[in-house]
């Protein structure tokens, strides 16, 4: 039998389909994946199947065992001694791993259950509700949508999600403009998450040698995304999220259990363990060019499922860019004649604009910035 080159894939579907007439098509519906699976589709549709190069393969994921960093940070502020510890771990962390994940760090379960749920619960509601939210616009405090890049013509394959999107802090949307199913929780738990990021990037500030208050305005801006990812017919041909890494300073998840959530490691995808209680932090690309290369904004990805649907709650610590003309640039006191610059000064609206331009390619956006 006679294997197909990625070049003859990509070629063959190029002359099959009218790609642009399906993305629209599939945009108008504004049912998003999920409409998809409610019509009882037996195949994943052709704008949704990755070339061969870009799927997951067996062998590509981790054969090494690894330890996914967890940190228990109870007690932080009780013994300077743990305290260092805890600060020790969460470097090593971002150093090495650029994800770890955090445990007793003070949101009930409550909040984190009932956050899944309300969110599971827009997505599964009628489609015509959630219309109403459905836009392109990204300017919009809240956004319901499937692929903000959907029509980006690097993207090699529409992503198998749906999303909401709602910025947070320091402007957040009128309790009016949130969704009914989730709105309520959503400024619930972003009041928790606000006050374990700040924790969080005093821990990184001291890792990095700095004052603890360092990073304090990196709390700033927040916003929140729910990702909900339907069960795929095939998803050997898809992805529910491709490679990327995130634009902002940290990011902090709520996963449920259903896994899919994978790490690039030492040149291997390794699975990020749900474990009940424990929230994923990871670096993002804002914070990698401060600290000049020595926190890590590392790709990850997640996988279809077949069997189940996924959810996951992002948090963004991160400023508006259609708000802020602010530069961001290394950190002045991390460097030295040993350790020049090795990215030039941006802006959150330059990152965001090409970002959301070159959509979810599997390159990394600070290439764009290095020196």
């Known amino acids: 039998m006679a294997v197909c080159s990625t070049d003859d894939f990509e070629a063959t579907v190029e002359k099959s389909y009218d790609k642009m007439s399906e993305l629209k098509a599939f945009d108008d519906t504004k049912a998003g994946v ?16 990755l070339p061969p190069k870009n799927r997951a393969k067996t062998s590509d994921t981790c054969e090494k065992h690894f330890t996914f960093p967890v940190i228990d940070i109870e007690g932080i502020d009780e013994d300077p001694i743990k305290h260092k ?8 962390a971002s150093e090495t791993w650029g994800f770890f994940q955090v445990v007793n760090h003070g949101i009930p379960t409550s909040i ?10 827009f997505f599964e509601q009628d489609v015509e509700v959630k ?15 499937s692929n903000f890049d959907l029509y980006s013509s690097s993207v090699p394959a529409a992503s198998w999600r749906d999303s909401l999107f709602c910025f947070m802090a320091p402007n957040p949307p009128t309790p009016q403009e949130f969704p009914t199913a989730c709105g309520e929780i959503l400024m619930d738990f972003s009041k928790e998450v606000k006050k374990l990021g700040c924790t969080l990037l005093e821990l990184l500030s001291e890792g990095l040698g700095l004052d603890r208050c360092h990073l304090n305005d990196c709390a700033k801006g927040l916003s929140v995304l729910g990702n909900y990812y339907p069960a795929c017919p095939q998803p050997e041909l898809t992805m529910g999220t491709i490679q990327h890494s995130d634009g902002d300073f940290i990011t902090v998840l709520l996963q449920d259990q259903i896994g899919g959530l994978q790490v690039r490691h030492q040149n291997q995808w390794v699975d990020v363990p749900p474990t009940p209680g424990a929230l994923v932090v990871n670096i993002g690309d ?7 290369d020595k926190y890590i904004s590392v790709e990850h990805r997640v996988i279809a499922n077949k069997n189940a649907s996924r959810m996951s709650v992002a948090c963004f610590f991160a400023e508006s860019p259609w708000e802020s003309s602010k530069l961001y640039g290394p950190i002045t006191e991390l460097l030295s004649e040993d350790n020049p610059p090795k990215y030039r000064a941006i802006t959150v609206k330059d990152y965001t604009t090409y970002a959301l331009d070159k959509g979810l390619d599997g390159t990394s956006v600070l290439l764009r910035y290095k020196i």
């Open 286 to 292: 804002f914070l990698q060019l401060m600290s000049n």
């Open 131 to 145: 219309k109403e939210y459905y836009t392109r616009e990204n300017e919009k405090k809240v956004i319901y949508v």
């Open 112 to 121: 984190l259950d009932e956050t899944l749920q309300g969110t599971r619960q």
């Open 85 to 92: 510890e805890i600060v020790d771990k969460v470097r090593d």
């Open 34 to 49: 999920k409409g998809l699976v409610d019509d009882g589709i037996t195949k994943v549709p052709q704008m949704f199947i």
